[in-house]
């Protein structure tokens, strides 16, 4: 390199910021990743040399990127190198940890787009951020300005530390040859990891603010379990093409509005309708929830019950709107946003089954914990004819249930129990599972494995409190009058595929729930073949003799159902979601989305969540395909429809002269 007057501090400088730089992403950024097996991510512990491996490929993006900054800041005339390198670090800083946060909030990086949308609109009301939060990225930032003048006063001992300019005597092109080559190793190494399924390297990776993501996945691309896989995974493409082909010839679908038979007359029964904050149906028993298996022998039970998402946003509106959720578009539709002349879109409208609802004369309300304030779902709410009440505290609710269903006319009420969320507190009498993890329990740990039974058992003392609440909940109404549905919003994951929670994969666990449909003077049934949220709505306008407000994309559960389909999408907070799981037929075809709206097959598992081939038997994926096919359709139209409305909202009205 050229020599500079000023070289020899900035070689300091640059090299113990690299070692602070470091330090921040092992102990900072990177701390879960790196040593957690923290619910969502809940990894194994790895092996001495795979730890060793991780802090490597986690410091190795620190070095290079360090070079290069050298080699700049070395071109700049006297001291200017030193100045503009520190101003550009602190900048730099300041981007992570605002990236860093925007990263545990919705799991990927920031965008262009997403930096806009911040920009855009009232952030600090939209993601609730509090002075406390404001607070702690001051503190954050005058920590790095400690660190920053620590590493000058560092790099000015260095500097002056004769015997240790020997650290710099090799030559500095050969240096920063030989760390890029490490570099393009190290990803070739990350992307065969992670191809075999290594969740770990790929979470360590992608959390990693220094490294090319996009170089990573593009690695991962070329191992891919090998070539054997990818051509599984073509064929499987090619014949879901074909089914998407199949799907839009013109056949003869019925267009019936599934009214049952036997009820010529139905009655105008009021109508409670609750999601119940991850629900897992394999805790479910006697003995944790006696009260709702008393319900359940007396109504229709949904065993085989699949969400819209693995997230609540996506359950809750799958419930509501009897459709896939590909109508949220995350923060694009915040009513206070303001909105950049390019990104105009047309306003949400409410659930057509709640304007159904309405035209019948009902009384529509929401009665819930503070549900439409989490992820823009109040503009999704809004159509419910009567104020809401919410709380944060599932038991207030009751009271002002009981209030509104004694009010003269015909109900429908929308609620949704939060208090079997994570971290599963509960009151202090339902504590029958012993033992149970305290309430101060830091689930950061690599011993939350074994911790698993404890952990269960807390969330088992929930499901207690549930059952206790739900008891009451029919004891608040007229029980002979009412049609009453429970469902999770989605499921809940205890360590069955080695995770806990839900909103990481599209894993039976988080993905599957529970679903129970009482019908006064009905008969209870069982039903076993595949049913999804989107079947909820239309069974409802079913069950009250009622024309489907729009083609449903589910079917009426009220007669026998002996083959079903679900379609679920992975949480992609707060964008719209692109990536869904089409289960049919005992399989589950995981499908992502591409340029133009258009899915192709990314994995091929069974329910049980283990990966298996298209070509060893073709035929058994057909009604997953089919459905898959029927999704692919959705979302054109759908995108067709948006951007329609788009261009006519973004064209001035004309007024005649």
């Known amino acids: ?38 619910g969502e991510d809940g990894w194994p512990s790895p092996s001495f040399e795979q730890m060793i491996y991780l802090l490597y490929m986690t410091c190795l993006p620190v070095v290079l990127w360090c070079l290069i900054a050298y080699a700049l800041a070395c071109r700049m005339p006297g001291n200017w190198g030193i100045r503009l390198t520190v101003i550009l670090l602190l900048l730099m800083l300041t ?11 919705s799991g990927h990086h920031g965008t262009w787009r997403e930096a806009r949308l911040f920009l855009s609109e009232d952030w600090k009301l939209h993601y609730g951020i509090r002075s406390t939060d404001e607070t702690w990225f001051l503190r954050r930032m005058m920590l790095h300005v400690v660190g920053l003048t620590g590493v000058f006063i560092a790099a000015s001992f260095g500097a002056a530390w004769e015997r240790g300019q020997r650290i710099f005597d090799a030559p500095f092109r050969r240096v920063l040859a030989v760390v890029v080559a490490l570099f393009f190793v190290d990803l070739m190494m990350a992307g065969y990891e992670v191809s075999r399924g290594n969740d770990q390297w790929q979470a360590v990776a992608d959390a990693n603010p220094l490294r090319i993501n996009s170089a990573d996945r593009l690695s991962a691309g070329l191992f891919s379990y090998g070539s054997q896989h990818n051509a599984d995974l073509e064929a499987a493409n090619r014949a879901f093409a074909q089914a998407t082909q199949d799907a839009m ?4 679908e019925s267009t019936a509005v599934f009214h049952d038979a036997s009820s010529a007359q139905p009655r105008q ?15 479910i028993d006697s003995t944790t929830m006696p009260f709702w298996m008393q319900l359940s022998a007396r109504s229709t039970s949904l065993h085989s019950h699949y969400s819209t998402g693995n997230v609540t946003e996506y359950g809750v509106l799958g419930v509501l709107y009897g459709a896939p959720p590909d109508f949220y578009r995350g923060t694009t539709t915040v009513p206070w946003r303001r909105q950049l002349p390019t990104d105009k879109v047309p306003p949400q409208r409410g659930s057509p089954y709640i304007d159904q609802f309405n035209l019948h004369g009902y009384h529509t309300r929401l009665i819930s914990w503070e549900l439409s304030s989490w992820a823009n779902l109040g503009v999704y709410l809004r159509n419910f004819n009567e104020p809401p009440f919410e709380t944060d505290d599932d038991w207030k609710t009751l009271p002002v249930l009981k209030r509104e269903m004694s009010e003269p006319g015909s109900h429908l009420v929308y609620m949704h129990y939060n208090g079997t969320h994570f971290p599963y507190d509960h009151a202090d009498k339902y504590n029958h599972f012993a033992p149970e993890v305290p309430s101060s329990y830091s689930y950061a740990s690599w011993r939350m494995r074994q911790e698993a039974p404890a952990i269960t058992n807390r969330y088992r003392n929930c499901l207690q409190e549930l059952d206790a609440w739900l008891e009451e909940l029919t004891q608040t109404i007229d029980m002979q009058n009412t049609i009453v549905v429970l469902t999770g919003d989605h499921g809940e994951e205890f360590f069955e595929h080695s995770r806990l929670g839900h909103a990481s994969t599209l894993s039976d666990p988080q993905i ?7 019908v006064p003077g009905r008969a209870p049934r069982s039903i076993d073949a595949v049913t999804s949220h989107v079947d909820l709505m239309p069974t409802l306008m079913d069950l009250l003799g009622w024309p489907q407000p729009v083609p449903p994309f589910g079917h009426s559960l009220v007669n026998d159902v002996k083959v079903g389909a679900a379609i679920v999408a992975m949480g992609n907070r707060p964008n719209p979601p692109n990536r869904w799981a089409a289960i049919a037929g005992g399989y589950k075809t995981v499908l992502a989305e591409g340029d133009g709206d258009t899915l192709h097959i990314v994995q091929l598992r069974d329910t049980a969540d283990k990966s298996v081939t298209y070509s060893s038997d073709p035929s058994r994926w057909q009604p997953s395909f089919a459905v898959a096919a029927r999704l692919q359709l959705h979302l054109r139209a759908a995108s067709q429809a948006i951007h329609l409305a788009a261009v006519s909202a973004a064209i001035p009205a004309v007024t005649p002269k």
């Open 1 to 38: 390199m050229p020599e500079n007057p000023h070289s020899k501090g900035l070689r300091w400088f640059i090299t113990v910021f690299a070692v602070y730089a470091s330090v921040c992403l092992i102990f900072g950024w990177l701390r879960a990743p790196l040593f957690f097996g923290v």
């Open 95 to 105: 981007t992570i940890e605002l990236d860093h946060a925007w990263y545990g909030m």
């Open 249 to 252: 010839r013109p056949h003869a």
């Open 269 to 283: 029964f009021n109508v409670v309708v609750v999601t119940i904050e991850g629900l897992n149906e394999r805790l």
């Open 512 to 518: 599957q729930t529970v679903a129970l449909i009482y």
